[in-house]
């Protein structure tokens, strides 16, 4: 039978995939956590002259990148895992896919800063105030509600940058007042989370895992196919 998407469902099937592989995620995340923690480590420490630091930032920025993809590949091989086996290589994400990411994270962030600096320009004061709030909240409303949707087009369907844009946006059209509604508590979970490290760790992979289950869910609400469990949970 079809089904439309559901917060309720999407939050029961992402725990349910928790519990079931919650070895493998945290093992994942550990890992994740501590190369990150060097590498930053490494970044800021080490690495002190301007040439080598700025080198190192473009490396870790990289490198987040790449792990991220991984984490969020490695989730919808889990999602799958009862239609078939993977091995490790096919949780790595292909050289396309980071370079799709990363295009998107650059040309939006430096779009963002350009209309900053273009808005720092104009004249009227409560103009300035009144634009600079309207841009600052469209691009963090993009990359916390959106971008995580074009993420997941760019990893399961292989999307290009701006391909995936266009994606987001005509899969959440139809829903998007349920996905708002996952959206604030994912947002309440978060900042919850946010006091302890630990809760950071746990936390924000089970977030990851949401939003990745949330995207297939609402693949399924846009077609006539069944919502089988086995493709979900």
């Keep these: 039978m079809y089904h439309e998407f559901s917060v309720v469902e999407t939050l029961k099937g992402s725990w349910s995939l928790l519990k079931k592989n919650f070895v493998i995620i945290l093992v994942f995340s550990i890992i994740s956590f501590l190369i ?7 970044t800021y420490n080490i690495f002190t002259d301007d040439v080598l630091a700025s080198i190192s930032v473009i ?4 490198c987040i990148s790449f792990i991220f993809l991984a984490f969020n590949r490695l989730i919808f091989r889990l999602l799958d895992k009862g239609l078939y086996e993977f091995e490790f290589r096919d949780v790595l994400p292909s050289i396309k896919m980071l370079l799709s990411y990363l295009t998107l994270l650059i040309i939006v962030s430096a779009l963002s800063v350009f209309l900053t ?13 009144v634009l600079g709030i309207l841009v600052g909240l469209f691009f963090q409303f993009f990359f916390i509600f959106y971008f995580p949707v074009c993420t997941c087009f760019i990893v399961d369907d292989s999307s290009g940058p701006f391909e995936s844009v266009g994606q987001s946006f005509s ?26 490290v630990i809760g950071v760790l746990l936390v924000v992979p089970f977030v990851d895992i949401v939003l990745v289950v949330a995207y297939r869910k609402l693949i399924y609400s846009h077609q006539d196919v069944d919502d089988d469990v086995s493709e979900t949970v």
């Design 36 to 42: 990150v923690f060097v590498l930053g480590f490494a």
């Design 59 to 62: 490396f870790l920025l990289i």
């Design 117 to 129: 600096h273009l808005i720092e320009n104009v004249d009227n004061e409560l103009a300035q105030t």
């Design 171 to 196: 899969l959440i059209k139809g829903n998007f007042l349920r996905y708002f509604i996952l959206f604030v508590l994912i947002e309440i979970l978060l900042f919850v989370s946010s006091i302890t």
